[in-house]
C-alpha cells in the first residue's frame, strides 16, 4: 500500500512561482505530479519513471521541474512561469508499474492540493 500526502499549493498571480512537494510511502514504480480542472480529464504534469527518467506533459514547455529525494522519500514540483490555464487541483499520483504519462495506470492518489493562478 503506497500512502501520498502532499503540502504546497494556493494562490499566485501569473508569471509566479510555487513548489508543491509530495511524501511518499510504500513500494511504487513510478511516481509523479497530475493536475485535474473542473470539467476537465485529469492529466499528467510530470513524472520520474522506472528508470529515473524525467517526463513532463506537453504543456509545461520547460516550465516546471520535477525531482525526487529517495532519501526522504519526497518528490517536489517546482513550477515557474504560472499561467491561469495552470489552475487545477493537483494530485500526486504512484503506480505499481512504469505507466509513465499515462495517468490511468496509477493506482495510488494523494488528496490532492488546489493550485490558482490570477491572471
Known amino acids: 500500500q503506497v500512502q501520498l500526502r502532499e503540502s504546497g499549493g494556493g494562490s499566485v498571480q501569473a508569471g509566479g512561482s510555487m513548489r508543491l512537494s509530495c511524501v511518499a510511502s510504500?513500494?511504487?514504480?513510478?511516481i509523479g505530479w497530475f493536475r485535474q480542472a473542473p470539467a476537465r480529464e485529469r492529466e499528467a504534469v510530470a513524472v520520474v519513471t522506472k528508470k529515473g527518467k524525467l517526463e513532463y506533459g506537453h504543456f509545461v514547455e520547460g516550465r516546471f521541474t520535477i525531482s525526487k529525494d529517495s532519501v526522504r522519500n519526497t518528490v517536489d514540483l517546482q513550477m515557474n512561469a504560472l499561467r491561469p490555464e495552470d489552475t487545477a487541483m493537483y494530485y500526486c499520483g504512484a503506480a505499481e508499474w512504469d505507466y509513465r504519462l499515462n495517468f490511468r495506470g496509477y493506482k495510488y492518489w494523494g488528496q490532492g492540493t488546489q493550485v490558482t493562478v490570477t491572471p
Open positions: 510504500g513500494p511504487y514504480v513510478s
